[in-house]
Every structure is written in C-alpha cells, then in structure tokens.
C-alpha cells in the first residue's frame, strides 16, 4: 500500500501542489516542499507549482469578480460582512490588500473577488498578484522543507518511504487544525 501511495505522489504530487495552492493552499505548499526535500521532486518544480496555483487562484478570483459580480452565487457574496471589510480595505489601500490578501487566511477567495469588484486596473493586479505569489511560494515551500530537514533529524538521514508518507500526512493534519483553530477564533472575534 505504501508504494501505491508513494508512487502517487512522485506521479501526480505536483499536480496535487499546483490544485491545492489554486485555493487556499498553504498545506498544499508545504507539503510540496516536504517532498522536495524529501527527493520526491525537485525543489524548483515545487516552487513552480505552488506559485502557479497561487496566482492562477487569485487571477481567477479576480476576474470572476470582475465579470459575474452580478451572478446569484457571487451576489450573496457582496452582502457578507468580510466582503464589505475587503472593499474598504482595497479602497484605502489597494496595492497592499493585493499583496497581503494571500496571507490572511480565510480571506483569499473573497479578496480576490472583492479586487475584482473593485477599481484596481487588472495589469497592476496582476504585477501585484505575481511578486505576491512569488513571495508567498517562497515561504511556504521553503518552510516545508525545513520541516523535512526536521523530520529527517528525528527519523535519520534516510526516509523510507513510509516514514516520508506518514510524516507528510502529520504536516497536513497540523497545518490543517491550525488553520481550523484559527479559522474559529477569527469567527468568534468577529460575533
């Protein structure tokens, strides 16, 4: 079963990277860079893939807010109370929102809408949205690999394979409750 899954993973990681990081993908970024470290893939190919799907994401965040704000699904967007606080912001700031939208979680997918909503000139959003995601990638692939070279001092030098899987899967399971943990005391601050 191990190799099943290994095999996987060498075949379609960075396709899994490049999907994970379209959304919000911090985990998806780590774990990319997890692998990378890991000889799963070439580190290079990681960045690329999570810095691809970061700014495809918020492009296409960007221009579905640009084009089909009027769309039922999208409208009943426009009424939530994070939408009306992405707008002000990008009102007082709009070369600052692009860049940090990324970063605050639970915020990317209507950032990217309400920048589309807005009236930042789509060439300057995606200059922005670019060096953003650049720097976004950079991190998050980087901090993934410094968590192999941690998982490869606790388990030595060298991973087998199903070390490298079950490690992984404990990068993706703590990333993922600390964004639900975080996720839930934004929500509670803001009732």
């Known amino acids: 079963m191990s190799d099943f899954v290994h095999g996987l993973i060498e ?3 960075l396709l899994a ?6 959304a919000e993908g911090e985990t998806a970024a780590l774990l990319g860079g997890f692998f990378a470290h890991q000889a799963v ?8 893939a ?5 700014f495809l994401g918020d492009t296409l965040f960007f ?4 084009r089909l704000l009027g769309h ?10 994070g939408f009306t606080r992405a707008l002000g912001w990008i009102d007082r700031h709009p070369n600052l929102f692009v860049l940090a939208n990324r970063y605050v979680y639970g915020l990317r997918l209507v950032g ?6 807005s009236a930042i000139p789509a060439a300057r959003f995606l200059v922005l949205n670019a060096v953003s995601a650049a720097i976004w990638a950079a991190l998050f692939t980087t901090a993934g690999y410094v968590l192999g070279l941690g998982a490869e001092a606790a388990f030595g030098a060298a991973l087998e394979r199903h070390e490298r899987l079950l490690a992984g899967l404990a990068i993706a399971v703590v990333a993922l409750a600390v964004a639900r943990l975080f ?9």
């Open 11 to 13: 075949q379609y990681g």
């Open 72 to 81: 039922p699904r999208l409208s009943r967007l426009r009424g939530t109370p």
């Open 41 to 48: 893939f070439p580190a290079w190919q990681a960045y690329g």
């Open 50 to 54: 999570a810095f691809c799907g970061a």
């Open 63 to 66: 221009f579905a807010g640009r």
């Open 17 to 22: 990277v490049f999907l994970g990081c379209v």
């Open 112 to 117: 990217g809408v309400a920048a589309g909503a």
């Open 183 to 191: 996720v839930r005391r934004r929500a509670r601050r803001g009732a």
